[in-house]
């Protein structure tokens, strides 16, 4: 079984529960290339990082060679990677760090010291939500912080440029970016979440379902199946389900 996938242009990454990673070609699902013993990867779509079993290495995501490794470089497999723009960074405990490239240079820590469960960036900044419940937003222009208690402890984020959108276990909640205030909410027990225009796509344990923004009302469903992850290109939704994409 698959348990991560990302899209990169006219490529499929798929890594399995073996460890097995596959470079797929989207158009007829052909393998282009393999890796094996990879316990994560990390992508932005220009640059690939694994995680092994012997360290951490940066890879040609072409050819799947190594480009360099980098073993000396410090990352857990429970670490929160993600990226902002062509910057990896991740959060560890309460800490989020960036890297450079040869080490992880410290961003910003948590005024409160929580664990940070969830994060997200855009080019806007940064946003993540803390084992309390607190949701965090640091703008890129000038760093400055804003913050407001949420109604979910864990949950996964969604950084659209109107709205910022939180999927948990215990239900979703939709906030205007710039004011910070409840749009809509749902008790579905969501899982990832993707952005469309006027709609957000969600996983759960039933399937994935498509939800209003506006209203947080389902607008249309697909059930029947647990669906693990989810992705949009261009009018395209790509949904990682059980058994496979």
């Not at 959108?165 to 979440?193: C, F, H, K, P």
């Not at 225009?197 to 059930?223: C, M, P, R």
């Amino acid at each position: 079984a698959f348990t991560s996938f990302a899209l990169n242009d006219d490529d499929l990454y798929l890594l399995d529960a073996n460890g097995t990673f596959r470079c797929t070609r989207v158009n007829n699902g052909s393998t282009k290339w393999t890796r094996e013993s990879v316990k994560r990867f990390m992508t932005n779509g220009t640059s690939l990082y694994f995680l092994t079993t012997s360290g951490f290495l940066s890879i040609n995501p072409y050819t799947g060679s190594t480009l360099a490794d980098m073993t000396n470089i410090t990352i857990n497999h429970d670490d929160l990677t993600f990226w902002q723009g062509n910057k990896l960074l991740r959060a560890a405990g309460n800490t989020i760090t960036e890297f450079d490239g040869t080490s992880w240079i410290p961003v910003l820590t948590d005024s409160l010291n929580e664990i940070i469960v969830d994060v997200a960036a855009d080019d806007l900044g940064i946003a993540y939500m803390t084992q309390g419940g607190r949701l965090v937003l640091q703008a890129a222009a000038d760093g400055s912080l804003r913050e407001i208690a949420t109604g979910l402890t864990v949950g996964t984020i969604m950084l659209g440029s109107d709205r910022i959108t939180l999927a948990s276990t215990s239900g979703m909640e939709i906030y205007d970016r710039a004011a910070l205030t409840l749009i809509a909410s749902n008790t579905l027990e969501a899982g990832s979440v993707a952005g469309a225009l006027e709609k957000d796509f969600i996983t759960s344990t039933l399937g994935i379902h498509a939800v209003n923004i506006y209203t947080g009302e389902v607008i249309w469903e697909q059930t029947g199946e647990q669906a693990l992850d989810l992705a949009l290109s261009g009018e395209r939704l790509y949904v990682l389900f059980t058994d496979g994409p």
